[in-house]
């Protein structure tokens, strides 16, 4: 777990509704590039909200191969980020759906197992190189999905059968040096900022403030949550208040609050039924 903490201000929000979607009252923000690979790079977008003129994530509308070879289908998937520069989730088209080994479209729960691999920056993903995703090269650290060798299956490890190469793709445009950018343009968005007012009348001191302040969920619009969600890492909160400000999220319908304390546990690997519901609500199509 990365411990990037931003000692910058944020403001005092004024409420909005969010929807069960990503937010639509959002301006584009900065803009920049993050390479995947030798070839490749992507554009990645700070998304402001309209009305508080902060940021509420960033995306990337990604168009880009599976695979080296030219005969994997192209992804065609939009990516986001927290304003921290964790993976926040990911939407498809209903009419290009991600595909398996032989073009074999994902399976339902295909889509919510891919997000939990996402969020999971400990990965074997993480290590293993694009060109060990053969039966010949990484036969010593995992056994093969099919005759053919061209998909693993990880020992122990969630994985998507017939999908690897597209789980490695997105883990690492999820995950590399997106997270790094994305953090550096937070901070330096409240670091210009300075006249923000503080998000607490007093800057939290300890677990005890953090609890104090989750008691008041229902009312944090995404940014305030996000900022929240940091802290909880920073003073290390006891989890039995973030299980019950997830689980009303998720009673008022709030998808992507519910979301972001769902993948905090996943993250830190804490074990949530509440928070796997949440994965398995999760519409991944626009």
Not at 74 to 83: N, R
């Amino acid at each position: 777990m990365r411990k990037i903490l931003f000692l910058v201000p944020i403001a005092i929000l004024l409420g909005f509704t969010l929807i069960n979607t990503t937010q639509t009252n959002t301006t584009d923000g900065e803009k920049f590039k993050v390479k995947i690979n030798d070839s490749t790079e992507i554009t990645i977008v700070q998304a402001i909200n309209s009305e508080t003129k902060l940021p509420v994530y960033y995306y990337s509308k990604l168009y880009v191969p599976a695979c080296n070879t030219g005969e994997c289908k192209i992804i065609d998937i939009t990516m986001y980020w927290d304003i921290y520069g964790n993976y926040f989730k990911y939407i498809v088209p209903k009419a290009s759906p991600l595909t398996k080994a032989d073009h074999k479209p994902f399976k339902k729960s295909d889509y919510s197992k891919l997000h939990i691999i996402l969020t999971d920056t400990s990965s074997s993903l993480k290590t293993l190189k694009f060109n060990e995703l053969t039966e010949k090269q990484a036969v010593k650290r995992f056994k093969t999905d099919g005759k053919t060798g061209a998909s693993i299956k990880f020992i122990g490890e969630l994985h998507i059968k017939g999908a690897v190469k597209t789980s490695h793709t997105l883990w690492h445009i999820a995950n590399d040096e997106a997270h790094d950018k994305i953090a550096h343009a937070t901070n330096k968005f409240f670091s210009d900022n300075k006249e923000l007012p503080s998000l607490f009348k007093n800057e939290p001191k300890s677990s005890t403030d953090i609890i104090k302040v989750l008691v008041d969920v229902d009312r944090f619009n995404l940014t305030q949550t996000q900022y929240v969600i940091k802290n909880i890492e920073k003073y290390k909160v006891e989890l039995k208040p973030i299980k019950s400000a997830l689980k009303n999220s998720f009673k008022d319908g709030n998808a992507d609050k519910a979301i972001l304390f769902a993948n905090f546990c996943l993250r830190n690997q804490y074990k949530s039924g509440k928070a796997n519901k949440v994965v398995k609500s999760i519409n991944y199509f626009e």
